[in-house]
């Protein structure tokens, strides 16, 4: 029986390692990604500075001021206060949104199954204009938008799905 070699931490799937990465800043004030990469490598999750910067994006980390010293990132703990950069929305609805429907001012998004979920977290997080808010079902995700502008935001949300 040959012995195990610790070679270092291992690698880790993307919603473990982005949970981790949530709970360490709220421990430590990290004021850098590096700092960060390193803060991961203790917890046993692998991950390279490129990595750990979309990571920080998707989950809608700021940097703010911390007293006197440099800045450090946060998450919002309001989901309201999050907010997700246009590209990750347009990567997120381009990778799950099959068909845009509209009626009124209600717009119809359809997923893969399990998906919804996803898609409407990231439209809430994005900020439009005309959005109210959303619920998701397992497949299906209803977005709710301004009185008036459910052609324009079904059109909006077709354009960034890429239909």
């Given amino acids: 029986m040959t012995p195990a ?24 004030a990290v004021a850098s ?7 991961l490598a203790g917890e046993g999750v692998r991950a390279t500075q490129a990595t750990v910067s979309r990571d920080l994006a998707d989950l809608g980390a700021i940097r703010v001021r911390a007293g006197d010293r440099e800045s ?20 997120v609805l381009g ?4 068909e845009v429907a509209q ?14 979920h ?7 997080r994005a900020d ?10 397992d497949d299906t995700l209803i977005v709710v938008v301004m009185e008036g502008a459910g052609g324009r935001a079904a059109d909006a949300l077709r354009e960034l799905a890429g239909l």
């Fill in 103 to 116: 009626s009124a001012n209600l717009v119809v998004l359809r997923t893969p199954p399990g998906s919804a």
């Fill in 5 to 28: 070699v610790d070679d270092g931490p291992a690698r880790t799937g993307k919603n473990r390692r982005q949970h981790v990465i949530a709970k360490l800043l709220t421990q430590h």
């Fill in 128 to 137: 439009l204009p005309d959005v109210l808010g959303t619920v998701a079902g």
């Fill in 72 to 91: 450090v990132y946060a998450i919002p703990e309001l989901p309201s206060e999050q907010r997700a950069p246009s590209d990750h929305l347009r990567r």
């Fill in 118 to 124: 996803v898609v409407g977290s990231a439209l809430d």
């Fill in 95 to 98: 990778e799950w949104v099959v």
């Fill in 33 to 39: 990604q590096e700092q960060l990469v390193d803060l």
